[in-house]
């Protein structure tokens, strides 16, 4: 596998579940990043990790809780959505923290 | 701190060219642009890292207007593979410390080309 890979592509889940998303990088980056993307809105960061190290957490819920294991995973641990949360969600490296990101294919997510 | 993209969207028939802009009212350290096709990630296109830069990739160029604070994504003899949503991402000047902030996106231009 080469670049950025996300998984699952899609996921239906209920207010109450609990569920996961995974993101790796296959090009040595040091920085990973979470995004939001809803309809006809921007791409909203979330959260970014430099070296393992949450460095940005940009007023998130806490029903969205990252995890960083190594530089190469980035999860999205997701708990009592609303369907308000229903977007894809996009997952990003970048050599550095602030270069040039490549972003994987995303997670649609929608929240009954 | 957002960048504004101008304009929102622009429908072009195949070979036409098309200018998106993308300004920011404070100092940049740098542009970056990518396009969003419907239904996938965003792909990078180019950086500009210095004023005045012009870069191109295929017949999408980029200039980077320092001064004005201002980036702009010409495409020439557009193709119907163009069509798609065109984000531009800045990056502030840290002040003195000198390096770059955070990338921040702009809402995008989407753009469609007709036969």
């Known amino acids: 596998e080469t670049g950025v890979t996300q998984t699952p592509r899609h996921l239906v889940m209920g207010m109450t579940n609990k569920k996961s998303l995974k993101c790796e990088q296959h090009l040595g980056h040091n920085a990973m990043y979470w995004y939001k993307q809803s309809a006809k809105k921007p791409l909203e960061l979330m959260f970014v990790y430099s070296l393992e190290e949450r460095v940005e957490n940009n007023s998130v819920p806490s029903r969205f809780s990252p995890e960083c294991p190594n530089s190469s995973h980035l999860f999205l641990h997701l708990h009592t959505l609303q369907p308000e949360d229903s977007a894809l969600y996009l997952c990003?490296?970048?050599?550095?923290?602030?270069?040039?990101?490549?972003f994987g294919p995303g997670t649609r997510l929608t929240v009954l | 701190q957002q960048p504004v993209q101008s304009p929102q969207a622009v429908i072009l028939r195949e070979g036409e060219d098309a200018v998106i802009n993308c300004s920011s009212s404070k100092a940049l350290y740098s542009v970056h642009w990518y396009r969003q096709k419907h239904g996938e990630a965003p792909v990078f296109l180019m950086i500009?890292?210095?004023?005045?830069e012009q870069k191109g990739h295929e017949k999408i160029s980029a200039s980077f207007n320092e001064k004005k604070q201002q980036s702009s994504l010409y495409l020439t003899a557009s193709q119907l593979s163009y069509s798609g949503t065109y984000f531009c991402g800045t990056e502030r000047q840290r002040g003195v410390q000198g390096g770059s902030e955070k990338l921040v996106f702009g809402k995008g231009t989407k753009l469609t080309v007709n036969p």
């Open positions: 990003a490296s970048s050599q550095l923290r602030g270069g040039t990101q490549y």
């Open positions: 500009l890292l210095k004023g005045g």
